[in-house]
Structures are given as structure tokens and as C-alpha cells.
T-cell receptor
Framework: DAGVIQSPRHEVTEMGQEVTLRCKPISGHNSLFWYRQTMMRGLELLIYFNNNVPIDDSGMPEDRFSAKMPNASFSTLKIQPSEPRDSAVYFC?????????????FGNGTRLTVT | AQSVTQPDIHITVSEGASLELRCNYSYGATPYLFWYVQSPGQGLQLLLKYFSGDTLVQGIKGFEAEFKRSQSSFNLRKPSVHWSDAAEYFCAVGISSNTGKLIFGQGTTLQVKP
């Protein structure tokens, strides 16, 4: 099992540019989560999907952020236009949705720097 | 609202000493509790979880945690710390029985002295 795969590992971009982060969940997992980690705010849940359907996007900071999951093996998080305050580490995680709250498996994250 | 508090932002212990990392949660129903560890530049790795049953749960790398409902706590312990345990540790609560949605604490950074 390759685990959750995120790309790129690092992204440096200028303010105003579009940024797309990618995630491949663990095969067979049916829930996918996007988290953002910063020193100030810690780990924040941005959005999560069950069976490719967005369930809760209340954590998405604003309309500049959007996420899609076109199929069970791929998800993107897009920021357009990007701003310096978006600089953070973005984690994707997946799990197998069960009544007993299957643990999350995290990718290694994408470190985004917006200058 | 659901929340998780890790009172200690940073802890330093000597190698071989015992360790306890504190975690308190606020949640009205039966909590699903987790401890994760994050090494620099890495994602979070699950150490252990509590769903129900025995309140003392064993995890990987020699860690254990005890759920105390009366204290709303889920403290992480290890009898003898190794230098490789230096990392950041996160406590989390699952706020729904089947969504996998977790609320994380702010994390505790563990430094291990030789």
C-alpha cells in the first residue's frame, strides 16, 4: 500500500496565481479530507468527501478555495487567486467510512509558500 | 462546540525518562479519541485510538493512553522515552460516529535530551 500520495511536496508561487494541490487516497478508502496546518491555527479541516461527494465544506476559508473529487482515486484543492496568508502545509487524508470512525491516514503534505 | 485542548505546547524529557502528554476534550456524546504523531516534514501517523471498551489502550512504539470520562481526558504515556520519539503529538476527537471528521488539538512538541 503506497499510502496517501500528495503532489507537489513544495509549491512556491506569487500572489494572485492559481495553485492546484493534488491527492490520491488509499485504494478502497471512501472518505477524503483536506486539512491545513499553520503555526497560528494548528490543523484545520477544510473540506471532506464521502464517496466523492462533498459533505462539509464549512472549513473552506473563502470562495478563493475550491475542492473537487472527480473519482474515488483523485482529489484537487485549488486556490485562485492565491494570497500570502494562504501559506501553510496542506494535508490530504483518507479513511474507510465505518460506524466506528476509521482512523485517518495522512499524506506527507504540500508546503505552499505564496510570496 | 467540540474542542480539544493540549495544555503543554512544548515538553522536554531526558532519554529513558517517562512521558505523559495531556489531552482534554469537550464533547457532549461518546467521544472517539485518537493520538497522532508528526515527524518534521511528514504527515501524521496514528499512534492509537479509543472507541469503546477498555479505557487503557495500547498503541504503536510503546505508547499507551487512558480514557477518563470523569476528567474528559485522554492522556498519552510512555514508560521510557527514546530519542526517536522527538516529534509533535496531536490529540484528536472524532465528532461523529461515522464520518471520520476529526477535531485536532494544537499539538505538543516533544524534545528528548540525551
Amino acid at each position: 500500500d503506497a499510502g496517501v500520495i500528495q503532489s507537489p511536496r513544495h509549491e512556491v508561487t506569487e500572489m494572485g496565481q492559481e495553485v492546484t494541490l493534488r491527492c490520491k487516497p488509499i485504494s478502497g478508502h471512501n472518505s477524503l479530507f483536506w486539512y491545513r496546518q499553520t503555526m497560528m491555527r494548528g490543523l484545520e479541516l477544510l473540506i471532506y468527501f464521502n464517496n466523492n461527494v462533498p459533505i462539509d465544506d464549512s472549513g473552506m476559508p473563502e470562495d478563493r478555495f475550491s475542492a473537487k473529487m472527480p473519482n474515488a482515486s483523485f482529489s484537487t484543492l485549488k486556490i485562485q487567486p492565491s494570497e500570502p496568508r494562504d501559506s501553510a502545509v496542506y494535508f490530504c487524508a483518507s479513511s474507510l467510512r465505518t460506524p466506528n470512525n476509521s482512523p485517518l491516514h495522512f499524506g506527507n503534505g504540500t508546503r505552499l509558500t505564496v510570496t | 462546540a467540540q474542542s480539544v485542548t493540549q495544555p503543554d505546547i512544548h515538553i522536554t524529557v531526558s532519554e529513558g525518562a517517562s512521558l505523559e502528554l495531556r489531552c482534554n476534550y469537550s464533547y457532549g456524546a461518546t467521544p472517539y479519541l485518537f493520538w497522532y504523531v508528526q515527524s518534521p516534514g511528514q504527515g501524521l501517523q496514528l499512534l492509537l485510538k479509543y472507541f469503546s471498551g477498555d479505557t487503557l489502550v495500547q498503541g504503536i512504539k510503546g505508547f499507551e493512553a487512558e480514557f477518563k470520562r470523569s476528567q474528559s481526558s485522554f492522556n498519552l504515556r510512555k514508560p521510557s522515552v527514546h530519542w526517536s520519539d522527538a516529534a509533535e503529538y496531536f490529540c484528536a476527537v472524532g465528532i461523529s460516529s461515522n464520518t471520520g471528521k476529526l477535531i485536532f488539538g494544537q499539538g505538543t512538541t516533544l524534545q528528548v535530551k540525551p
